[in-house]
């Protein structure tokens, strides 16, 4: 099973930045179509932003215009540069590998993004 590692997380004030990242094992990268996922206390975890391996995107409507996922397949590493965060925006960030035909979906472990004053 491909291996996913995030890093990035951290506490922030309102207004601030942060970019995650997430790098995964292995050689097929740029063939998986990935995402973030974020689980805040006591709720169920939810979908954050796409980014296909042809590169298309997709965002919550809660992070548009805020939040940037793209990928650099030379490094297998997935980002998101998070802008103007709001203290909502506080969870667990997750990165996902999604399951199609050709691959099991996989989840790194998470890291935490705290935002407040």
């Known amino acids: 099973q491909v291996q996913l590692l995030e890093s990035g997380g951290g506490l922030v004030q309102p207004g601030g930045s942060l970019r995650l990242s997430c790098t995964a094992s292995g050689s097929d990268f740029s063939r998986y179509n990935m995402g973030w996922y974020r689980q805040a206390p006591g709720k169920q975890r939810e979908l954050v932003a796409h980014i296909m391996s042809n590169l298309d995107t997709y965002y919550t409507h809660s992070v548009l215009g805020r939040f940037t996922i793209s990928r650099d397949n030379a490094k297998n590493t997935m980002y998101l540069q998070m802008t103007m965060l709001e203290p909502e925006d506080t969870a667990v960030y997750y990165c996902?590998?999604?399951?199609?035909?050709?691959?099991?979906?996989?989840w790194g472990q998470g890291t935490q993004v705290t935002v407040t004053s």
């Open positions: 996902k590998i999604e399951p199609t035909r050709f691959n099991q979906e996989s």
